[in-house]
């Protein structure tokens, strides 16, 4: 069992960037993927980025070249760092893991059966 705590959401303005990180407390398996979502008010969890134990990462294709996910291994903990922040990305992000998995990893939300609360991210136009 873990527990996932997502930290650094906010408000920003179109154009600028904000990082969010996803402390993990409890057991963690030596593979296992990672991944955020978004929930943007009246549509459904989409998923934005993975990552894998095998350090490949996917990404949604409305994020690419502009976020990027990472992750330190020795904690773990889970960023995502999101530059050029559009009004359309404004939702409610989650982090979520799965075990066993790790190699190839996509942010299909079947996958994951550990979630955080959340934490909202604002783009003003």
């Known amino acids: 069992q873990v527990t996932l705590v997502e930290s650094g959401g906010g408000s920003v303005q179109a154009g600028g960037s904000l990082g969010l990180s996803c402390a993990t407390f409890?057991?963690?398996?030596?593979?296992?993927?990672m991944a955020w979502f978004r929930q943007a008010p009246g549509k459904e969890r989409e998923g934005v980025a993975a990552i894998g134990t095998d350090g490949r990462t996917s990404y949604a294709d409305s994020v690419k070249g502009r976020f990027t996910i990472s992750q330190d291994y020795s904690k773990p903990i889970l960023y995502l760092q999101m530059n050029s922040l559009k009004p359309e990305d404004t939702a409610m992000y989650y982090c979520?893991?799965?075990?066993?998995?790790?190699?190839?990893?996509?942010?299909?939300?079947?996958?994951?059966?550990?979630w955080g609360q959340g934490t909202q991210v604002t783009v003003s136009s």
């Open positions: 409890g057991y963690m398996p030596s593979s296992y993927c």
């Open positions: 979520a893991a799965e075990y066993g998995g790790g190699y190839g990893c996509t942010a299909r939300e079947s996958m994951y059966p550990y």
